[in-house]
């Protein structure tokens, strides 16, 4: 296949140059139509569910969830690695594919990195929800200190703090990156004086010449090498969390490629569903094509068969290590109250991804959004599961207690959603959510140009 017709392939249509910029423009520069309010609202109201959630938990204390003396973790924590899993997938996805060349980066990459940005934000929540104690969070900082009470370098905590600032401020960096020209553009297509400004002022005087091109690229490519081994390594520290522990299930040397396979597989379902959300809402069918879900939809088949091996080596290694702790976990595992849930876990996080074999159901974008929101439910409960069945079964029989949530927990994991949706829906009003100058290029290179 030549070159032009490979690029073609996620191009459909012949659009034109100043029409891809001007349909991609426009939502930011034009006023917001009734559904975007109502999906506002709709968001506004989750988003007033988790404040509501959280300032009862900040003011009567973390007994208003789940948690219990022996289960300490809970949701917070489990929702945090849920989502910090989220957010190191979209700087990863957008990375790995600038630096392996893949022509269809440039339809999902802007919005993947903001989902990173949003996710990592909304992750950094819930340990400070789950300290019981919101108003030492600088604690968790380790700053000097003459009485040496902190920080303590073997909490987790302290750990989490290094991982979402570091990833956070990064990838703040390299999605500004990439959005400098598109101010430019946005600078010139603007017609009041105030939105000139604005977007020329974050333009950072961008005049498209060939040695401000060479300089971006070049800066783009450079951050994206070092994007990649940053978000393997922090979510390795993710892992660590548990697997620097002595807990029966948590105690795997397998758990910091597993979490960083993981965070990329629930990473690009999120994008399945914000790319269909996007070209429906912004009428982008010429530019995200069903070649785009096709693509996605291998590489989740790749993930969850990952996934598949990992929990098949966490039964062996529990089984064949002979330690009678280990053997009883694994028992609790499949035949205790969480029986249901860690089955349920297997079928989405496993079977289910397996339909994607079939050309047709990759294709099929509606499918492709079902599958992806059912397989983050299944990535949730792993999440949930490796809290709730290890802390609640660990070495003394007299401590084993079941976790049951409350509805402070479900105000708060839904809520966050709807906090999600909000931060998505304001930035579609202040910025481009696919990259105009990246997409121009590969229309331009699809049409011979």
Sequence with gaps: MSTQAGEARWICGSPGLGEVADQIARPPLSRPPLGWWIALAGAGALTLAMVIGVTIVFFDGIGTMGNNSFVVWGFPIANYVWWIGIGNAGTLISSMLLLT???????????????????????????????????????????????????????????????????????????????????????????????????????????????????????????????????????????????????????????????????????????????????????????????????????????????????????????????????????????????????????????LPQAMWSPKVRRNIGTMVILAVMINVGMWLERLLIIVETLGHTFLPSNWKLFFPTLIDGAILFGSLGFFAFLFLLLSRVAPLVAIHETEELVARARGL
Aim: aromatic fraction near 18%; proline fraction near 5%; charged fraction near 10%.
């Design 101 to 351: 060349h893949q022509q269809w980066r440039s339809s999902i990459n802007r919005f993947a990195e903001a989902m990173t940005l949003f996710a990592v934000s909304i992750a950094g929540v819930f340990p400070i929800i789950h300290m019981g104690r919101p108003m030492y969070w600088y604690w968790l900082a380790p700053y000097p200190n003459v009485m040496s009470l902190w920080p303590q370098w073997r909490s987790a905590l302290v750990w989490d703090f290094w991982a979402i600032l570091s990833y956070l401020l990064f990838s703040i960096g390299f999605w500004y990156v990439g959005l400098i020209p598109d101010m430019a553009v946005m600078r010139d297509k603007a017609r009041s004086w105030l939105g000139k400004r604005l977007f020329g002022l974050f333009a950072l005087g961008w005049r498209g010449s060939i040695a401000q091109w060479r300089q971006q690229k070049s800066l783009q490519k450079l951050m994206a090498m070092f994007a990649i081994p940053l978000v393997c390594s922090v979510h390795s520290i993710v892992g660590l969390d548990f697997a620097a522990s002595l807990n029966p299930g948590w105690a795997e040397t397998i758990f910091p490629p597993y979490f960083v396979v993981g965070a990329m597989f629930s990473g690009f379902c999120i994008v399945i569903v914000l790319t269909a959300v996007i070209r429906g809402a912004m009428h982008l069918q010429d530019i995200i094509t069903v070649e785009h879900f096709d693509a996605m939809g291998k590489i989740c088949v790749a993930a969850s068969l990952v996934m598949g091996v990992s929990y098949a080596s966490e039964w062996f290694s529990g089984w064949y290590g002979g330690s009678p702790h280990d053997r009883v976990f694994l028992d609790f595992v499949f035949k205790g109250p969480y029986q249901p849930l860690y089955v349920a876990m297997l079928c989405l996080n496993v079977l």
